[in-house]
DNA sequence: GAGTTATAGTTGCGTCGTCAACTATCTGTT
DNA sequence: AACAGATAGTTGACGACGCAACTATAACTC
């Protein structure tokens, strides 16, 4: 048993700034979502998801797998769309467990009239802080982060 | 109406990485935690907070603000955690209104041998893909950040 | 010092998300 | 072809958390 490494200074400090900015973060672009939209952050997210798919729409897998949520959450994510007339579910003929996720033409209208003012909170809560040279830094470093966990997910 | 500014390629990407690693992250850490000793990732925020308090006690109130979650859940945790013998509340002599919520031994026995299993998760997860420099660089960043965003929330 | 306003903490209610179990289907092996 | 094991999606039970409403106390104002 190695005696434990603690944090350093610098670390520590990035460490609990990353905490406190991400969430006060994701509670602020939540909250832009649903009061200027009436879109979740999380819900939000599945629109884009299938807004860029192929023919806009995604198994419930893929769902899943891209939004780090868990097969039953997107279960009930995608019936509660369904009910807001956001997407629709579609029989998969080629595997017949399956099921699409489609957006419908609604669901495409609610995702572009929330975009503009999603990205402008995205701008004014994390951007306007960044400099050119911050943001290549950390999109390398959360990069590497993202497929490091991913890799050691597989083997652990 | 200014037109919309949509994210650069970089700004993207850097979007896009934040996202999924930060996700993936925060699930492994919880459940590092709850798997090797039975606590949640947020109480387990809420002991250190405690531990490093004077007199190992906060009131509620500073227990929220501090780990950016509301009074209610604060209550909830609170309540949760006492009947686990991790803490407990106490009356406040100079405000009647007011609670102490104090880390127990027991509480900082958990926290105690919680911590080097925790700590190794946030370096093999995080910190191993970090040079000294973005350490640095994203240190700054987030606490801009997190200023930044405080600062934006107060004024409205 | 009486009355208004603000703050501390709790609680009811609703929503969201996970886990574990289940059904249906697919895939690989013999 | 038949069967064992994997995989897709759903559901029930449960836990966590936010909002809004409520009580009690404190702080401010006249």
């Known amino acids: 048993m ?3 490494r ?9 460490w609990r700034s990353f905490l406190d900015a ?3 973060l994701f509670q602020d672009l939540d909250k832009q979502l649903v009061r200027d939209s009436g879109i979740s952050f999380a819900d ?3 629109l884009v998801l299938l807004s860029e798919a192929e ?8 769902l899943s797998d891209a939004s780090t949520t868990t097969r039953s959450g997107i279960t009930r994510a995608i019936t509660r769309m369904e009910a807001a007339g956001w997407v629709q579910r579609a029989e998969c003929e080629s595997d017949k467990r399956g099921a699409w996720a489609e957006l419908t033409d609604k669901g495409a209208a ?3 009239s929330a ?3 999603h990205v402008a909170a995205v701008r004014a809560t994390m951007f306007a802080v960044l400099s050119p040279d911050d943001i290549t830094v950390m999109a390398d470093a959360f990069t590497a982060m993202r497929d490091h966990i991913q890799l ?5």
């Open 55 to 62: 023919d806009r729409r995604l198994r419930m897998r893929e």
């Open 22 to 24: 991400t969430r006060m």
């Open 2 to 4: 190695e005696p434990t």
């Open 44 to 46: 939000y997210e599945i």
């Open 152 to 156: 050691h997910r597989r083997s652990g």
């Open 110 to 112: 609610t995702l572009a």
């Open 6 to 14: 603690w944090l350093t200074h610098d670390e520590h400090r990035l």
């Open 115 to 117: 975009g503009p003012g």
